[in-house]
């Protein structure tokens, strides 16, 4: 390359340059009418926002105070349930074990009172229906000593043969 070719690149690369630099200031020159004119529109409504981030703090610390306040009393409202819990867990194993004890008790009476039942019915069974078999076996040996005292004499000749014919 010569020198010409050279300079003319340069001046080439540098007219870029320039015109890059003017676009770039016409920009920022621009950026700055619109900020202007931004802050133009803004300045009126400021003492408004001032006022609405001043509430907003009061606010915001009211809330801290309140939010804190719930969240003991939560605290304090799960400590008191902790502690029923634990006490309805006791009572739902006091009254279990007395149920069962009361159970064994029931269970206990109810074998006491089977076994005297059937001591009862032996002892009934011995003092008054064995003696009322005793006395009607007894009267079922009067009953036929009086019948084959009452038959008379000498079984007849019909009579003794079906009588033996029985035993055979």
Not at 13 to 41: C, E, H, Y
Not at 71 to 78: D, F, K, L, N, R
Not at 115 to 128: A, L, M, N, Y
Not at 148 to 166: I, K, N, W, Y
Request: proline share 2%; glycine share 6%; charged share 25%.
């Amino acid at each position: 390359m010569d020198q010409n070719t050279l300079l003319i690149l340069l001046i080439i690369f540098v007219a870029v340059s320039a015109v890059a630099l003017l676009i770039q200031g016409i920009s920022l020159l621009g950026m700055f009418i619109v900020a202007r004119d931004l802050r133009n529109k803004i300045m009126p409504l400021w003492p408004e926002i001032q006022h609405i981030v001043g509430t907003t703090r009061r606010t915001v610390e009211r809330t801290a105070s309140q939010v804190e306040k719930i969240g003991a009393s939560s605290v304090e409202i799960m400590n008191v349930s902790k502690q029923q819990l634990a006490k309805v867990d006791e009572l739902l194993t006091d009254t279990t074990t007395r149920a069962k004890v009361q159970l064994e008790r029931a269970e206990m009476v109810m074998d006491d009172t089977m076994t005297r039942v059937q001591d009862t019915v032996v002892v009934v069974q011995r003092g008054v229906l064995r003696p009322i078999r005793e006395v009607q076996g007894v009267l079922a040996g009067f009953r036929t000593a009086i019948h084959h005292l009452g038959r008379g004499g000498r079984p007849t000749v019909d009579h003794a043969t079906s009588d033996e014919e029985m035993f055979i």
